[in-house]
């Protein structure tokens, strides 16, 4: 006989574990299916690992700059097995961290596969057999995984996706990054300071071809600044695996190259985990690997909600939480507010980091908007350059008519830190007038945020 629930949640990954615990906060009783890990991808093979990984990194690249600031470091090294080993402990942390979580909000838990049979019936197959549950309500929280190109599949010795690359069988000698998203981007980073000699491959014009063009410019002078060797508007054809090489062929401006690496990780965007989930048969719509959903994330079958990964860009765990406590509240009567992709904060844990929100300066003007931009750069900045992280810079867009903050776009040191400040201006509708007046802390990089606001209106102070 099958259980009967308020909610059914289906995967515990940032999205479907945050529903979970707001429903339950809600009276709702509520039960979360997961088939591997709780935390999802995020905490155990994305977000938190990565970041882990990128602090080792960034550790060992200041331990090379010791002299600069007075100190004496000799005899510096790294074991990459020890690296692994911190990363893949700080995940195990937080996923018992959330397993814990669904035990205080008395939340039902089941690990195993789930199908949806019916509507507001699922059917979860268990290591004991299967389990039927049923819910007036059901959230879809399957996430998503690597994309795989044809003759470029990961083989997990020569050829890694982000996972294979968060537990290396060995530390690369000369990498080949495919893709300069975040994930490829970072990966790129972590290795290269490392020592790898990296190379990364992007078929749009530019890296990071999500950010501000200008911020993707300056980012890239820094990679290779590093030694990063970058190849845009450039394609991988195929892959020839030989005994520990691999040759590439990159086609660009028509004519391939053959170049040959020891390690390639393919980092060319995500695919959604819809299969064999039953969605199709009660008449949900897929477009390209992800669930159509409306601004509520409303499947148009009624009490069937998909958040996430799985309905699509941003592909950020953020956007998924706040997706999954806007339907959680729905469900419980509350009146809610859709997510705005726009007002959601891009960050990238590269070196320099990279973070922005809202409208790019291109995008503005396509939308048809008169701005006012403003900039402002790290090396005019006392907290940065007592850092000793000068290179970087802050850029603000406002809309010349009525001073609303249409997008912000940094780079540099801990910019992932700050551009939230920018996000509660935007989540408020402040305008240049508020940021202007608001005082900021001396000294602090948060000032540069400050001085970027004035010099849109030429009123810069330090530059």
Known sequence: MATQYDLIVIGAGPGGYVAAIRAAQLGLKTVIVEREHMGGICLNWGCIPTKALLRSSEVFHLMHRAKEFGLKAD??????????????????????GVAHLMKKNKITTVMGEAKLTGKGKVSVKTDKGTEELTAKNVIVATGARAREL????????????????????RMPKKLLVIGSGA????????YNTLGADTTVVEVMDRVLPVEDAEISAFAKKQFVKQGM????????????RGKGKVTAHIEANGKVEKLEFDTVISAVGIVGNVEGLGLEDLGVKIDRTHVVTDEYC???????????DIAGAPWLA?????????????????????????????????HPQVASVGYSEAKAKELGFDIKVGRFPFIGNGKAIALGEPEGMVKTVFNAKTGELLGAHMVGA????????????????????????????????SEMMHESVLDAYDRAIHY
């Open 229 to 240: 060797k970058i190849m845009e508007k450039s394609t991988v054809k195929k892959l020839d």
């Open 318 to 350: 953020h956007k998924a939480s706040h997706e999954g406590v806007m339907v959680a509240e729905k469900i419980a009567g509350k009146h809610v507010h859709p997510v705005k992709p726009e007002s959601i904060a891009g960050c990238t844990y590269c």
């Open 414 to 445: 801990e910019v992932t830190e700050l551009i939230q400040g920018y996000v509660v201006g935007r989540q408020l509708e402040t305008t240049e007038e508020d940021l202007m007046h608001a005082v900021f802390p001396h000294p602090t990089l």
């Open 150 to 169: 044809p003759g470029l599949e990961a083989d997990g010795d020569l050829v890694w996706t982000y996972k294979h690359a968060l537990v290396p069988p």
């Open 183 to 190: 994930i490829g981007i970072e990966f790129a980073s972590f």
């Open 298 to 308: 409303g499947t148009g079958v009624e009490g069937l909600y998909a958040i996430g």
């Open 75 to 96: 005899g510096i090294g790294y074991d990459i097995d020890a690296v692994v080993k911190r990363s893949r402990g700080v995940a195990k942390q937080l996923s018992g």
